[in-house]
């Protein structure tokens, strides 16, 4: 596996967001950008088996023939202000594969602690005093996607992982990008994916590397201790606090 590493810019300048340039594949990447250069790499990975399968393997013959495919199925868990998610759209786009992405989140920060985070969580944490990642919105995130002509590939749900996953349609998935920081959901998030993920679909996990979230590695070596799959990991440039990134192929 190929280590990607972030070359330096030669002057720092400060980062102008726009809705037509979140996370650009253009080169050198910032460190910003770079760290979700793994994601990029693990979703087309995804893409393009997902293609080789759906040409070549899943569908009837008749269907592939007149060029029947399914869209790839697709989640992101955590989704916040809906960049990663976009990126995702962008590449997707760029390699012709159609996808039907499903984005949840509060779009009110992070759920109550429990007992696992409480246990491990570092003592200068903040979000031990305030919730975190609440400085979002659904109507904000419905607007990036809408901007970036993605409104008929992905759905936006609303409401804590408990709440939400119980009520989607069901299906079978060929990728899940899990990024929600604590114990809880992770393992609510696994036991509902996990079981409906097709087999040589991708489960990617954004923190397990975490130092601010060592619950995240806590939860999710618990819920594979007896699963057959091998975790896999990629980091992009210098060692740092969540640099390094890791995603499971379902066996």
């Not at 609440?134 to 970036?148: G, I, R």
């Not at 408990?162 to 609510?188: G, M, S």
């Not at 996990?205 to 806590?218: G, I, L, T």
């Amino acid at each position: 596996m190929t280590t990607t590493t972030a070359a330096e810019p030669k002057q720092k300048r400060p980062l102008v967001y726009s809705v037509r340039q979140e996370l650009p594949h253009n080169r050198p990447y910032d460190l910003y950008y770079a760290e979700k250069v793994p994601l990029l790499q693990v979703f087309e990975k995804a893409a393009l088996a997902w293609d080789n399968r759906s040409r070549f393997g899943i569908l009837p013959t008749l269907a592939r023939s007149i060029g029947v495919r399914r869209p790839m199925q697709a989640a992101e868990c955590g989704i916040y202000r809906g960049h990663s998610l976009v990126a995702c759209l962008r590449v997707a786009r760029d390699l012709r594969v159609p996808v039907k992405f499903i984005g949840l989140d509060s779009f009110a920060g992070l759920p109550a602690l429990v007992e696992e985070d409480l246990e491990v969580a570092p003592e200068n944490a903040p979000y031990r005093k305030k919730v975190l990642f609440d400085d979002t919105s659904f109507e904000a995130v419905s607007e990036l996607v809408k901007s970036a002509g993605f409104a008929r590939d992905a759905k936006l749900i609303r409401g804590f992982f408990v709440d939400t996953l119980p009520r989607l349609q069901e299906t079978r998935y060929d990728f899940v990008n899990i990024d929600c920081d604590l114990y809880a959901p992770h393992i609510e998030c696994l036991e509902y994916f996990y079981p409906k993920m097709n087999s040589g679909g991708i489960i990617f996990f954004d923190d397990y590397h975490s130092h601010d979230f060592p619950m995240a590695k806590n939860a999710i070596d618990k819920f594979l201790e007896d699963k057959p799959e091998t975790l896999l990991h990629l980091r992009f440039g210098p060692d740092g606090t969540n640099h390094t990134k890791c995603y499971i192929e379902k066996l």
